[in-house]
Nanobody, 122 residues
Framework: QVQLAESGGGVVEAGGSLRLSCAAS????????MGWFRQAPGKEREFVAA????????YSPDSVKGRFTISRDGAKKTVYLQMNSLSPEDTAVYFC???????????????WGQGTQVTVSS
């Protein structure tokens, strides 16, 4: 079992930046691909970014590419999501997830955090 704990959410003005963190409670952190997802009010949860276990491969959709960067620190067993040029459309609860493969599919991730709220004011 892997426990994930997100932090770093908050309220920021449009155009601002936030860095989310997700700490994992596993000795085999390197074996897991990590993903970030978000869910806005009244909308389905959507994929934001993913990174391979070794950290060499990342993927993100066009909606956030160039603005959001995913990274990981094996020693700290933490994955990060650096978010720049935020807009009100980025307002959502952000979740991190751990799974065996690098994928955008939510059902391929076995473990999920509780989420952290990000609110972007206009």
């Amino acid at each position: 079992q892997v426990q994930l704990a997100e932090s770093g959410g908050g309220v920021v003005e449009a155009g601002g930046s936030l860095r989310l963190s997700c700490a994992a409670s596993t000795r085999t952190f390197f074996r897991y691909s990590m993903g970030w997802f978000r869910q806005a009010p009244g909308k389905e949860r959507e994929f934001v970014a993913a990174i391979s276990g070794g950290g060499t491969t990342t993927y993100s959709p066009d909606s956030v590419k160039g603005r959001f960067t995913i990274s990981r620190d094996g020693a700290k067993k933490t994955v990060y999501l650096q978010m720049n040029s935020l807009s009100p459309e980025d307002t959502a609860v952000y979740f991190c997830a751990a799974g065996p493969i690098l994928t955008i599919r939510q059902d391929s991730y076995d473990f999920w955090g509780q989420g952290t709220q990000v609110t972007v004011s206009s």
